[in-house]
């Protein structure tokens, strides 16, 4: 039975108990667990049944076929024990997991989007991961869970030795360690399977030990790899999962605050030392009441502890990616956001971004440096969880937006991370049918100064070719019917955005009429939506926003904003965004995946923060305009210029600018030389964030590659051929 169900990637979450009777009072802590499986050899009683029917996430149940159909009736799986096979043992399963079930005969090699574990289980020969014994616990250390159940599957021969758990003194440090052990691990593999491929050249110093792993499976040449490969682990694949804890104090305070005193529930909010330890001074708990509570709201964490360690275990295993769980970080950091969200407010740029700065570079500080050195290396795709706006966090002077591939889940509340999983556990095919499947929703009152650019943005993409559907809504019912009848793989929705603070509630608009997302029922979501509209991740707010709504329905990715945007820097935005994505589906652009697209976007758009603040600071000083095909010089030499990653990228943004502008006009340079001296720009890229899980939307390029067409295409053939020839 284990074997099916590590089969389908889910042994970590599965809970499998077998007895020769079942009561209800048995079950304790397993109703806790998301996927459960109970084999009953013998009599199930009514208290059994009862407590099956009030689990959310019903188990499978193996009885014999007496019992069968009470099981059946209370809304759970159910198996006969007497006529269990493999095949039905392997269906049932997967019906519990949500995952197509196993092909048990041979699948080949001519399925193209051959699941991963049916390419292990048909394969095994090729692949050196998944190793069949007993997880190997190196520590009691709960943020450690994850890391060592991964590298359980990714090393087929774990070290011999004493299987009891020791301490470790320095947390951080283990955990830097097998996240380095798991980079090196996932290097290896590559080289063999590329190795057995023959699609690759091996470094001469490895060849004689990858040889020998090859033929004989030696553990000792395996060691030898593994400390060899050390030199190259930079070219390696080092995505991993950063989860920073940070309790906002108004969901605990709304449950908490009117039975216990502040300086008790303090505990929840504290920062935790390197260690994972929060530090408490018993004497300021009043009497035997308060030191109660105090152990109480303790077990509280633990718990919370541990189910965030249960789900991070299912993102890493699921993705084969290293954990990075930080300790959780002060609440105050909190209150830094609300004063960003107030100066921004105010209308004071100078302001806002000296606090938007300091708040990433004091983000910065609370993680352990380890930490920190760890990012700096700059991974290739980093999936956040986190309530905490991480994108923000400045890295030697660059947000960590800007750095890599970056999306991010919130973490309340807690049960999204589980829903979410399991909608996402496998991938979505993003191919030129579902490209087309875009629809643009205008929310907007026609009298509204703002309809207008909805409308632009349909003439823009009608213009460049890109296949959509356009349409006005006045109200939330006809919005809701153009979702049952479009049925779009993408939406674009443009409208007016709002946040309640006293009623803790976020709102999308339609016309005159305001509605809640959560009630956005008996309709259809979309796997991507791009929110065009104010505050729909509001910034240091809770988890009621429309963005979490609309992925709580089921979408699996989200583009949303924290403050009020501009509606024409949005529509630009979207624009440049679905011009990538047809780009790349054509197969003029190198991108996997809906992450890639948008973050891609978003790196390279920072110009336009830079151009559209001087554009409107000459024009204030009756000063010369930019030449307009300086918005096509940029990006050729972006593309020329070969920085050696994106946080290079970053930093030479605007001397490349103003080499671009000097291409046309020297004294209009020189002028943008002195704007950026003496001014501050206002960074409105940072201002949306990509939410969910968009790297598990994964885009299938057209066989034969198509001529793209349009001014920039016209523009950047042209100068190429100039290029060229100097």
């Known amino acids: 039975m284990n074997r099916y169900a590590f089969d389908h990637r889910m042994s970590h979450s599965l809970q499998i108990l077998q007895k020769s009777a079942f009561r209800g009072q048995d079950f304790g802590d397993f109703a806790s667990y998301p996927m459960k499986v109970i084999v009953i050899q013998g009599d199930v009683d009514e208290e059994c049944v009862s407590t099956c029917a009030q689990m959310v996430v019903k188990p499978l149940v193996i009885c014999e076929a007496a019992y069968q159909s009470a099981v059946e009736q209370a809304g759970c799986l159910c198996l006969n024990l007497e006529g269990l096979s493999a095949p039905s043992l392997n269906e049932a399963i997967g019906q519990l997991v949500n995952t197509e079930p196993i092909n048990l005969e041979e699948p080949g090699d001519s399925n193209p989007f051959l ?46 030795g004493n299987k009891t758990p020791h301490r470790v003194e320095d947390r951080v440090s283990l955990l830097i360690s097998t996240t380095q052990e798991i980079f090196k691990c996932k290097l290896l593999d590559s080289m063999l399977m590329a190795a057995e491929s023959g699609n690759a050249m091996i470094p001469g110093e490895l060849q004689e030990d990858l040889n020998e792993l090859l033929n004989t499976g030696d553990r000792a040449a395996r060691q030898r790899l593994m400390a060899g490969i050390e030199p190259y682990l930079p070219s390696a694949d080092r995505s991993l999962i950063l989860c920073v ?7 605990p305070q709304a449950y908490f605050g009117k039975q216990f005193p502040t300086r008790v529930i303090d505990i929840l909010y504290a920062a935790k030392d390197r ?24 077990q509280f964490l633990a718990m919370e502890s541990e189910f965030f360690t249960k789900m991070t275990t299912l993102w ?21 956001l609300r004063e ?4 921004f407010d105010g209308g004071n740029i ?117 296949t959509h559907e356009y349409a006005v809504v006045s109200n939330l019912e006809e919005y809701k019917a153009q979702l049952r009848e479009k049925k779009p793989f993408i939406l674009l929705h443009c409208g007016h955005g709002s946040y309640d603070s006293a009623e803790d509630l976020g709102y999308l608009h339609f016309g005159a009429e305001k509605a809640k997302v959560w009630d956005l029922t008996d309709t259809a979501i979309p796997p991507i939506v791009m929110l065009g509209a104010c505050d729909t991740a509001a910034l240091a707010e809770t988890h009621n926003t429309p963005s979490n709504a609309f992925l709580g329905l089921g979408a699996r ?81 972006w593309k020329r210029d070969g920085f050696k990653d994106f946080a290079d990228g970053y930093k030479r943004c605007p001397q490349l600018l103003e080499d671009s502008i000097r291409h046309f006009d020297a004294e209009c340079a020189d002028d943008f030389h002195r704007f950026v001296a003496t001014n501050k720009v206002l960074m409105h890229t940072m201002f949306y964030t990509h939410l969910g899980s968009p790297e598990t939307i994964h885009i299938v390029g057209e066989e034969e590659r198509r001529d793209s067409e349009g001014d920039s295409v016209d523009y950047w053939e042209t100068r190429e051929r100039e290029l060229s020839a100097s």
């Open 350 to 466: 100078v302001a806002l971004n000296r606090r938007v700065e300091a708040f990433g570079v004091e983000l910065a500080s609370a993680l352990p440096e380890e930490f920190i050195d760890l990012l700096r290396d700059t991974p290739r795709e980093l999936r956040i969880i986190s309530d905490m706006p991480l994108e923000w966090m400045m890295i030697d002077g660059v947000p960590l937006m800007y750095r890599c591939q970056v999306s991010r889940f919130p973490m309340t509340p807690g049960n999204f991370l589980l829903t979410h999983y399991l909608q996402t556990q496998n991938v979505l095919i993003l191919d030129k049918n579902a490209g087309n499947r875009v629809l643009i929703l205008n929310c907007l009152a026609k009298t509204d100064k703002l309809h207008i650019y909805p409308q632009k943005l349909h003439e823009v993409l009608q213009e460049t070719g890109i």
């Open 245 to 251: 804890p940070c309790q906002n104090k108004t969901i």
């Open 557 to 637: 990715a989200v583009l949303a904003t924290f403050l009020a945007v501009q509606a024409d820097r949005t529509i630009e935005l979207y624009v440049r965004v679905l011009a990538n994505l047809d780009e790349a589906i054509s197969g003029e652009l190198g991108l996997e995946n809906w992450a890639q697209v948008v973050s891609k976007t978003i790196i390279l758009n920072r110009y336009l923060d830079f151009l559209h603040a001087f554009t409107q600071d000459q024009i204030r000083r009756r000063r010369k305009e930019i030449d307009s095909r300086v918005f096509f010089e940029y990006p050729l030499r």
């Open 115 to 160: 699941l991963p574990y049916q390419s292990v289980r048909s394969h095994p020969e090729r692949h050196h991961f998944a190793s069949q014994q007993e997880p190997y616990p190196r520590s009691t250390f709960q943020a450690e869970e994850p890391n060592d159940k991964l590298l359980n599957q990714l090393v087929r021969a774990i070290p011999s």
């Open 316 to 336: 890493g295993l699921a993705e084969k990616r290293p954990v990075i769980r930080v300790p959780q970080i002060s609440s105050g950091f909190y209150g830094k």
């Open 340 to 343: 960003i969200r107030r100066v």
């Open 275 to 298: 260690n994972y330890i929060v530090h408490s001074d018993p004497r300021r708990w009043h009497g035997e009441a308060e030191t109660a509570a105090a152990l109480a709201l303790t």
